[in-house]
């Protein structure tokens, strides 16, 4: 089935620890996207990349890196200078296309620090 | 960024009800969407409606775009509807907005 996976589900971390988030697509979309949600809140854009070996910044980029070495693959690094990580997660893609760009999203990432 | 507001943040309703749910923006968009966030986190589409007016059931939307809102209209609202309803918009072909949501509560 094409879609968007992520893992792990629920992810644990020390203090001081960097961590990876995998993000894979298999619906051959350009686009893809990081989101950070806290509770009760709406999405914050964190990283977003329009094609292979490239990517900006987003709105709360500070203490995340990423890289998109594959068009499938779109990986978060989360680091020890993010200040408060303990977060939900969410990454996206989308074809780019002239008229416009329809998400579509994964399950998501939970990332407590412990 | 662009500003964008949604209302109202909290909505209880009876099964059966209808309901409108709206979502304001500050800048002009050439990008819009309606999720659905379910009790998981999922995030489950909805519409794409950056204009004009689509219907999916007993879910509708519209999107005047040139007075910068959108509508989500829910008929004969169930339990399976509770949840949190984003909108998101986008001034690009790459950057999207989001709403801080409604939470829909339809009690049985």
């Known amino acids: 089935d094409g879609g968007i996976t992520q893992s792990p589900k629920y992810l644990f971390r020390k203090e001081g620890q960097n961590v990876t988030l995998s993000c894979e697509q298999n619906?051959?979309?350009?686009?893809m996207y990081w989101y950070r949600q806290d509770p009760g809140q709406g999405l914050r854009l964190i990283y977003y990349?329009?094609?292979?070996?490239?990517?900006q910044k987003g709105d709360i980029a500070e203490g995340y890196s990423v890289s998109r070495e594959k068009k499938e693959s779109f990986p978060l690094t989360v680091t020890s200078a993010q200040k408060n990580p303990t977060a939900f997660y969410l990454c996206?893609?989308?074809?780019?296309?002239?008229?416009?760009?329809?998400?579509?999203f994964g399950p998501g990432t939970r990332l407590t620090v412990l | 960024g662009i500003q964008v507001e949604q209302s109202p943040p909290d909505l209880i309703l009876q099964e059966g009800a209808n309901s409108t749910l709206r979502c304001n923006f500050s800048?002009?968009?050439?990008?819009l969407q309606w999720f659905h966030q379910n009790p998981w986190g999922q995030l489950i589409n909805l519409f794409y409606?950056?204009?004009g007016t689509k219907q999916n059931g007993r879910l509708s939307a519209t999107t005047v775009a040139t007075e910068r809102y959108s509508l989500l209209y829910i008929s004969s609202s169930q339990t399976t509807d509770s949840g949190v309803y984003f909108c998101?918009?986008?001034?690009?072909?790459?950057?999207?907005?989001f709403g801080s949501g409604t939470k829909l509560n339809v009690k049985p």
């Open positions: 619906l051959n979309h350009d686009a």
């Open positions: 990349s329009q094609i292979v070996n490239d990517f």
């Open positions: 996206a893609s989308s074809p780019r296309t002239s008229v416009g760009n329809e998400q579509f």
């Open positions: 409606i950056p204009s």
């Open positions: 800048d002009s968009v050439n990008n």
């Open positions: 998101a918009v986008g001034v690009s072909f790459n950057k999207f907005y």
